[in-house]
């Protein structure tokens, strides 16, 4: 089986990528045009990585579930992308990038991977630049900056609030060129079912048109996920209804490790669930914590309206607690400290769960018109949302799931432990440790499609030049299509009861419930007696309706569903195995008298990379050590 | 609150479609228009009829994915807005809500509210994009750039290609779109070496597509969930015209 070896290459930090670089193999031009790559997904990581390698001259094959490759949910983003760039001139450089986001990920994360992430990021903001992205620009044309969450100078760069639109929509155009000239070849509208595994190596997908239904064989010489995160476990989460886990579970069940699957980052700043239909939360970009204020009234029973309430009945808890960073502490300090007032029964509006991020300071001081500039289209989907304009009242915000810091494990070249299978952006587990700082998902998404992937897929292909492309017709193919269409019917066959999204929603409030923002042993055990139980009710009871040779929405659903109930077992095991707290992953057993995340250093310095081990059967887990050569590990302090 | 719905069904692209009649009671005002349609299918399936197939994703205005026509006009009453971003206290209690797909020679209808789009990827393809490789790029602040352009590039590239500025077009133009893509890149330095080949290859293959002309009705920026403006379109036309006088091609 395979073995976990990170393949962090030799050498002091700052030279590994670059003397790596130097010392890959490549793949000549006029042998380039014999090599085939499948990419799945194609948001800000799939994207460019699919538009790099066919401007490389691959052959490249672009999968994506949506109907056009534009609508990956990687254009929600909000706020920004990170660049060490020092254009403000106020002490940034790629160290401190590294560090930042070292930290920020308390100290789970890969140094090598991260280092690398920092050193590229002023790349993509040229790359992006020159694709035509419009960045904000000072008066004097220069690319604007902003700060957020979690750092001490000023280094995002951003498009009012819909920076992952126009980062999204760059990687998009690349992609249409590449369509366009004939390189690309795009299967929008496909479901991956599976991952085809020839000789121990990833030779192709498994795919369902979702328009006839046909199942479908795609052969290749190397295989890219680019397929996000699984945020969507909890049911409500900031993410896309449509985004979800499916990918990465293929490609664990098929041996791919899969790398801390509990860390799952819970945003502070969403429009807090309204009503029980709700089918989503909405994200309000960490971007307003630059000028809004988060507080709580100081006395629980204070029941006036916001603007009634003097400032000496209001309590800013972040900048009490926090003076140092104040409200823009990183994401998981934010979301806690929210969660402890509203817990505590100081929550506002009509369900107590929820705080208020005012902005009458900011419209005060720099007017409605610059604070329209810069987050313009935030306020305008509050209020469409809440029918309250945020100019004249504060918002009402609370946490919601968000991103997962985990994903598939993969080694420095982004290779799973499947050889030919790569896993970039946020499928893959690798930079931000337990906790990922702001800005930085469009950042590490965008690097690995256009700076790394690239040079690495291209060292894997180096060896595969002589390799015929395999054939469909191989008993490979028609064992991995056989046992998806099996699939398929097993779903419509049920005829139970009970619809797709019924069993979502329930699965979504037992993972909210017992592996949310705090999490304790018997609540984790709890969970996964639940997740059994809905298990074994979800292949009894399900109704799906309809056949699969049409568009059968309930029958997509259905697959992800099924894969996010194996997908939450995992997650509550990784979290039950790591007993202390770190970043996002909150164990109630440990933490400082302050409340405080409590890391235990000796014990728990590692990656978890889970091995599959059969249906229903326990995970397998292995331990990549993490080492700290080039930073002091430190209690996290934002005070 | 009770609704009665008009919902166009359509088994495939090939099948003859109409109009189904449905009765939804337990309508909340606070929900959004997809929930109340999600609700209108978990009904439908638990009583063993055919859910209504339409698209949806990030329920934020910005994945483009909506693509319903309610009431007569793209993404429902209210303006600059987009349908998820639509709730049910913009309808009345036992209002009757008539839903329909896009309605464009461009746009086939594949299954009851579901089009296919794939016209406007093509259009992309055609010249919607700079020609620059990974790893050419020069530094982002060699070219300067005006934050007047720049904030207009933006206001021209936050269309989500959702399709309603053709599905509202009486001539199903496409003028909105392809005009948001080649004022964005004509505006910013970087764009205007290929302004010309991309005016005229964008404009030619939107003909090739079965896109109707612009008669400057001004329905497409009406029914704009981003508001993009027709003077992107007077753009598209002045820089159509300079490239066919003098681009060789």
């Known amino acids: 089986m395979s073995k976990l070896d990170a393949k962090i290459p030799e050498g002091p930090l700052a030279e590994k990528w670059t003397k790596y670089k130097a010392s890959m193999k490549l793949v000549s031009p006029n042998n380039r045009k014999k090599l085939d790559i499948i990419v799945v997904g194609t948001g800000i990581a799939g994207a460019p990585a699919a538009a790099s390698l066919a401007e490389m001259g691959y052959n490249v094959k672009v999968f994506c579930f949506q109907d056009s490759a534009r609508r990956a949910h990687s254009v929600a983003a909000q706020g920004g992308i990170n660049a060490s760039r020092n254009n403000k001139n106020d002490g940034d450089s790629v160290y401190r990038l590294f560090y930042d986001m070292i930290k920020g990920g308390d100290f789970r994360a890969r140094e090598a991977n991260v280092y690398r992430a920092a050193e590229v990021s002023s790349n993509i903001i040229d790359q992006l630049t020159a694709q035509g992205v419009p960045f904000a620009r000072e008066y004097g044309g220069t690319l604007a900056n902003r700060t957020f969450g979690g750092v001490q100078v000023s280094r995002t760069f951003y498009a009012q609030g819909q920076t992952g639109q126009q980062v999204l929509l760059g990687g998009y155009s690349a992609l249409k060129r590449q369509v366009g000239l004939g390189k690309v070849k795009m299967f929008s509208r496909r479901q991956m079912l599976d991952v085809v595994i020839i000789d121990g190596k990833a030779r192709g997908i498994i795919t369902r048109n979702l328009v006839s239904g046909e199942i479908e064989r795609h052969a290749a010489h190397a295989v890219v996920l680019a397929t996000g995160g699984y945020g969507t476990i909890y049911y409500l989460s900031t993410l896309a209804v449509q985004s979800n886990g499916s990918a990465a579970m293929q490609a664990f069940r098929k041996g791919a490790f899969f790398g801390n699957p509990s860390f799952i980052q819970i945003h502070p700043t969403c429009i807090p669930v309204l009503n029980e239909y709700q089918s989503k939360l909405t994200l309000m970009s960490e971007s307003l914590r630059n000028d809004g204020r988060i507080w709580v009234p100081k006395s629980k029973d204070d029941k006036r309206k916001p603007n009634d309430i003097p400032e000496e009945d209001r309590d800013y808890f972040l900048e009490r607690r926090y003076p140092a960073f104040g409200n823009l502490v990183p994401r998981d300090v934010a979301s806690r400290a929210a969660k402890e007032r509203c817990d505590n029964g100081f929550g506002v509006g009509k369900t107590g769960l929820a705080v208020y991020l005012d902005f009458s300071v900011a419209v005060g001081k720099q007017g409605e018109k610059v604070i329209n500039g810069k987050y313009g289209n935030l306020f305008d989907m509050y209020e469409k949302i809440t029918g309250e304009s945020p100019y004249k009242t504060p918002m009402m915000i609370y946490p919601a799931g968000h991103y997962t810091m985990g994903g598939l494990w993969v080694d420095y070249n982004l290779q799973t432990t499947i050889p030919g299978l790569f896993a970039i952006g946020e499928a893959n587990f690798s930079d931000h440790g337990a906790n990922r700082l702001g800005a930085s998902s469009l950042m590490q998404g965008a690097g690995d499609g256009y700076f790394i992937a690239p040079y690495t897929v291209s060292n894997y292909l180096a060896d595969e030049i002589s390799t015929k492309l395999p054939s469909t017709d191989s008993p490979e193919f028609v064992e991995a299509e056989n046992s998806a269409k099996a699939l398929l019917d097993k779903f419509l066959s049920i005829n139970g009861t009970q619809t797709a999204t019924s069993f979502h929603k329930r699965l979504g409030n037992i993972m909210w419930n017992f592996a949310g923002m705090q999490r304790n042993e018997e609540g984790l055990k709890k969970a996964l007696g639940m997740i059994a139980d809905l298990k074994k009710e979800f292949w009894s009871d399900l109704k799906i309706p309809g056949k699969t040779e049409e568009i059968n929405q309930e029958l997509e659903k259905a697959s992800r569903v099924a894969d996010f109930i194996d997908l939450a077992s995992l997650i509550v095991t990784d979290a039950l195995n790591r007993k202390e707290s770190c970043g996002a992953h909150f164990r109630e057993e440990s933490m400082t008298e302050g409340g405080e995340a409590l890391r235990i250093d000796d014990q728990y310095s590692f990656v978890a990379a889970w091995e599959y081990q059969g249906e229903d059967k326990e995970p397998k887990l292995h331990k990549e050590e993490l080492k700290f050569e080039n930073v002091e590990v430190k209690v996290r302090s934002y005070k | ?249």
Request: hydrophobic share 40%; charged share 25%.
């Open chain 2, 1 to 249: 609150m009770k609704i009665k719905l008009n919902i166009w069904k359509q088994a495939n692209a090939k099948a003859k479609g109409k109009f189904e009649k449905y009765e939804l009671d337990g309508v909340d005002e606070e929900m959004s228009f997809l929930e109340m349609l999600d609700s209108l299918n978990e009904k439908l399936i638990k009583e063993g009829k055919e859910p209504v197939a339409y698209e949806h994703d990030c329920h934020e205005a910005i994945c483009g994915s909506c693509s319903l026509y309610i009431n007569g006009r793209p993404h429902g009453p209210g303006d600059v807005i987009a349908t998820c971003q639509m709730h049910m206290r913009s309808f009345k209690d036992g209002e009757t809500i008539t839903v329909e797909p896009w309605r464009a020679k461009s746009f086939p209808v594949l299954k009851d509210l579901i089009v296919d789009r794939d016209a406007f990827d093509k259009l992309m393809a055609a010249g919607g994009f700079i020609s620059i490789d990974a790893g050419q790029a020069p530094d982002a602040n060699a070219n300067l750039v005006s934050k007047i352009d720049a904030d207009k590039a933006f206001d021209a590239a936050a269309c989500i290609g959702c399709g309603a500025c053709v599905a509202a077009c009486k001539n199903s133009s496409a003028m909105l779109f392809v005009s948001a893509k080649v004022s964005q890149l004509a505006l910013l330095p970087q764009g205007k070496i290929e302004a010309k080949r991309r005016a005229l290859n964008m404009v030619a293959k939107m003909d090739e597509l079965g896109f109707g002309s612009c008669t400057n009705t001004g329905a497409c920026e009406a029914e704009c969930p981003k508001g993009i403006g027709i003077d992107f379109i007077a753009k598209l036309n002045r820089e159509y015209l300079c490239a066919s006088f003098t681009e060789a091609e």
